[in-house]
């Protein structure tokens, strides 16, 4: 039995477990990309993908000047436009006509009352005429006076049968696959990701770990202010019709710093509401990245910047340059637009 | 050579390496407490630590009816009096008072002032005198004016200098070794642990995540608005004198449903500041945990509940039995109080 293990035998046994055991403590910390396998493979090579890989090789090279300790890396994300689409109109406004167009048999006032009026006849024009504070009348008309739960269940019950006028698809399929890999590959490398966007924070919290991998308490957003009751013994939270934060332009640092407590190191934006965040997270000390996702492809998605309703990217473009952000030209740096068409 | 590896050698080999590698593949997952290995060393043995360690087993073994994925495990901990001691004041208002003291050469005016006069003689019956409102125009003047950065560098310079009147030591050696055991062990089992304090945001952050562990964004507090401001093309956010939240009371499940958006399965508390939190943390379903840190030892710490001005006990201990909250009696549970005297 002494000789059932010659030398040669005994020594590549010991280096597979050599290799085992290096192998397992490599993989309990973060791996990094190897040159073979493309952690972002729907980006074109290009400056804006060069520019996300030359900033995290700086940032988590230890050694390296622009090292930054795991706890400070810290990347936002505007969602409506950076994450996912916001034509024809943000997807929360689709969902707020839908809760208008659902109460609608228990207010029939409604009829006869603009901006609701308009939303029941698909009046795009009188809306439209209606301003931001028609717009916000339809927002609270169908966000409030229900608990906390009641409305994430309402959320979630539209997500899953909603369907986007244009793709025929629920409108969570409609988010960036160059993004998500963005997502992967920054929390590979030991960032933290947040959302920071204008939208609603509890519209987005139903579905933001399941589509992007981050989970409620890392999602910043606007929010209307709730009040606590006990009904029955039973403690809920109410939703109020009054705006407790809005969690946009200016806003976005605000919020940042209220929520994140941290000034981020990398910020990811695609219009004029997020210049100030841009500019926030680009201008502390050391390396940062700040990027701008710039809609481009009329076919594959939608084409707008300086013009649009939705999305207005007018300021932030013009500073890009002389702020050292990097714009991705859509059309030509992302060669898949949705996870479905891959 | 073939001879240097005798069988029984090899098998030793094979057997340490196996081991090895076994070892390693449980330590990139969460290890669970063993029995020769008590996590809460601190804990006498009781009901209290008893609870504790019933609920972790119950929501973290797969199979057990009770069983919560780790997304779902959110603990939620008050700090003044629950992670920390809070007498003779909240040490956030020793903080304020300080640099009441510091600012009181750029305003002469204030000799002559109330509340200011009184924390400039040191005339604590006056400033009892001046109520909520006295308190609140203290820590607005101390408190504001600057940018959020320079406002966490006088906290962080006041930290590293500042002793308390009793023990002669930093504020923040005065954090108990039994809760920062617990902090441990609940991450430990896949917890995701968060301050919810009414104290201010900003004053905590700069040490929560060295004392506690506990980064800036899972800290919730009450906070003032800032204001976003370009200085010479700098961006920066000044804090204002106007209260934007209060973490306390019904604030706290307003705070918890807006900064963290889950409900907590376990919370800690140890006053009446704390009663909302712990009734919505362990109202939701399945198996919850509330706990109340008791201050029953006037030796080692001090003793005060029901009738006491900072951190009164009162009607959250009397829902305590009926809620089925743990009470610690932290004369007879806690064996030590302070890391220092470990």
Chains 1, 2 share one sequence.
């Not at 934006?269 to 965040?277: A, E, P, R």
Request: proline share 7%.
């Amino acid at each position: 039995m002494a000789y059932i293990y010659p030398n040669k035998t005994v020594i590549l046994l010991r280096a597979t477990l050599i290799l085992l055991v290096a192998g397992l403590v490599a993989g309990c910390a973060h791996a990094p990309p190897t040159a073979s396998v493309d952690p972002l493979p729907s980006w074109n090579a290009g400056a804006a993908k060069t520019s996300v890989f030359d900033f995290v090789r700086a940032v988590t090279t230890p050694g390296n000047p622009d090292f930054v300790p795991v706890a400070e890396r810290i990347a936002v994300f505007d969602n409506d436009g950076t994450l996912w689409s916001e034509k024809p109109v943000y997807f929360q406004f689709m969902f707020a006509m839908d809760r208008i167009r659902a109460l609608a048999p228990q207010h029939p006032q409604w009829k006869s009352q603009q901006p609701f009026k308009a939303v029941l006849e698909n009046d795009m024009k009188s809306l439209a005429a209606a301003g931001e504070q028609g717009l916000i009348q339809i927002l609270l008309a169908g966000h409030t006076g229900m608990t906390t739960e009641e409305f994430a269940e309402t959320v979630t019950q539209w997500l899953a049968t909603a369907r986007h006028p244009r793709f025929q698809r629920p409108y969570t399929d409609l988010v960036f696959q160059p993004m998500l890999e963005l997502l992967d590959y920054l929390r590979a490398n030991g960032f933290k990701t947040f959302i920071v966007s204008g939208g609603g924070i509890e519209f987005m919290r139903p579905f933001t770990r399941k589509v992007y991998g981050i989970p409620p308490d890392q999602v910043v957003g606007s929010s209307l202010k709730t009040r606590f009751e006990l009904r029955q013994g039973e403690p809920v939270l109410v939703r109020l019709p009054e705006i407790f934060f809005i969690d946009d332009k200016a806003g976005k640092p605000v919020g940042i710093h209220t929520f994140i407590g941290q000034r981020p190191i990398a910020a990811f934006g695609n219009s004029d509401g997020d210049l100030q965040m841009l500019q926030w997270s680009t201008a502390g000390p050391g390396r940062r990245l700040g990027l701008i996702v710039h809609h481009t492809d009329a076919v594959r998605e939608w084409a707008y910047d300086r013009q649009s309703h939705v999305g207005k990217l007018d300021q932030a473009l013009t500073q890009a340059t002389q702020n050292g952000w990097s714009v991705v030209d859509m059309q030509t740096d992302w060669n898949v637009i949705y996870p479905f068409q891959k």
